[in-house]
């Protein structure tokens, strides 16, 4: 059974940081590029970052080039989004997925950028 748990959320300052994770089981990590999510209130969900299964030259979603970067361990079948000079424009919660064939998701991790 396929499983995708995103951890690592929370209510941050504007200009704080945040790393979340998200743990896979269940299907071959290192052969799914990995990406990351997010969705705000009344918008609809939109990429932030990918990372191939290699591992290889990641993108990112104009808004956060810059201030987040996504990694991954294919040892502990793990993806992680390191955000930093956070925004309340960055206020969402955070998806991992994982795409090859089928693209699974998590449940994805609430990030919240308040004073």
């Known amino acids: 059974q396929v499983h995708l748990v995103e951890s690592g959320g929370g209510l941050v300052q504007p200009g704080g940081s945040l790393r979340l994770s998200c743990a896979t089981s269940g299907f071959t990590f290192s052969y799914y590029a990995m990406s990351w999510y997010r969705q705000a209130p009344g918008k609809e969900r939109e990429l932030v970052a990918l990372i191939p299964s290699t591992g290889g030259t990641a993108t990112y979603a104009d808004p956060v080039k810059g201030r987040f970067t996504v990694s991954r361990d294919n040892a502990k079948n793990t993806v992680y989004l390191q955000m930093n000079s956070l925004k309340a424009d960055d206020t969402a919660v955070y998806y991992c997925?994982?795409?090859?064939?089928?693209?699974?998701w998590g449940q994805g991790t609430q990030v919240t950028v308040s004073s």
């Open positions: 997925s994982a795409t090859q064939l089928r693209q699974y």
